[in-house]
């Protein structure tokens, strides 16, 4: 059972920067990012291939985060630049055994407990 552990949440000003990490007791193939905020479903963010090489994000954090990973530290991070409060979330990392960067959260079999970001304007 892959266990994954999420850091780095906090309070920032608009405009801002976090980087958080996800901490894997074993890799997997893809790695992703969600968020949900309060009342809200459960949204992709972004993921990224076993390499790194390949990354997807959703259109709403594109050019604004980044996602990469280390497989030797069995960690991935989610740096986020110029942070909205539309950004204001619970942030999940994500795993599944399979290749392909889906967006679709169900298609994920390992969740971490989530990190709170509250961005404040």
């Known amino acids: 059972q892959v266990q994954l552990v999420e850091s780095g949440g906090g309070l920032v000003q608009t405009g801002g920067s976090l980087r958080l990490s996800c901490a894997a007791s074993f890799t997997t193939y893809a790695m992703g990012w969600f968020r949900q905020a309060p009342g809200e479903e459960r949204e992709f963010v972004g993921a990224i291939n076993w390499s790194g090489g390949s990354t997807r994000y959703a259109d709403s954090v594109k050019g604004r985060f980044t996602i990469s990973r280390d497989n030797a530290q069995k960690t991935v991070y989610l740096q986020m630049n110029d942070l909205k409060p539309e950004d204001t979330a619970v942030y999940y990392c994500?795993?599944?055994?399979?290749?392909?960067?889906?967006?679709?959260?169900?298609?994920?079999?390992?969740w971490g407990q989530g990190t709170q970001v509250t961005v404040s304007s």
């Open positions: 994500a795993g599944r055994d399979q290749a392909v960067l889906t967006t679709s959260p169900r298609k994920y079999g390992y």
